[in-house]
């Protein structure tokens, strides 16, 4: 059986989600979990969670015969990333960092400020009218703490892109933190950009 095989069936077999599997060439084996999602209450791993993991993919891995120097499961992080449909459905609404495998191109950028160029994105995630995703994002500088805005400044527009999931090399959720802790989930806005 294929290692990846392997750590899948022994991970999703305890009851978690497989996010990532990396080896590196020093014999590291990283394992990346998750709780599955509920939408009724969002769950985070823990440390007992790693150590129940790791300790049952050590067992598993030397009955396997994989070779390996060091094994690390850990939790995704704040900057996790979005390999499929599942993902971005559990995301939507949250801030990401799109990066894409080509340039938008002269066509996608034609009528807007978007340089043609352009791969990487970084704005809120949602479900577009056609029914892919897009991304939703203002080109208006930050506000530092302090400044003062006055309050006939007219905001920046706010643009869209939307992509399909082959477009992409890499999604992954924008690492902010706030140390307010964790908000809801904000509804989109109806009157937001919908991609053409």
Known sequence: MALQETIEQ????????????????????RVTIDMPYTPEAEQFINAE????????LQFVLEVEGAEYSRLEVSSPGIDRPLRNEKDFER???????????????VAASAGSTISASRKKFRG??????????????????????????????????????????????????ASVVDFKGRKPKLAPVADRPTEN
Do not use: N
């Not at 077999?13 to 084996?29: F, H, K, M, N, P």
């Open 49 to 56: 969670d790693c150590e129940k993991v790791t300790r049952q």
């Open 124 to 173: 809120t995630l949602e479900r577009a009218e056609s029914g892919g995703w897009q991304i939703v994002w203002s080109d208006e500088p930050a506000v530092k703490p302090g400044q003062k805005v006055s309050k006939k400044r007219i905001p920046a527009p706010l643009q869209a892109l939307g992509f399909t999931l082959d477009e992409i090399q890499q999604a992954r959720l």
């Open 91 to 105: 995301f939507a609404g949250e801030l990401i960092d799109l990066t894409l495998k080509a340039p938008i191109g």
């Open 10 to 29: 022994t991970v999703t077999g305890l009851g978690y989600e497989l996010v990532e599997i990396e080896r590196t060439s020093g014999g590291l084996l």
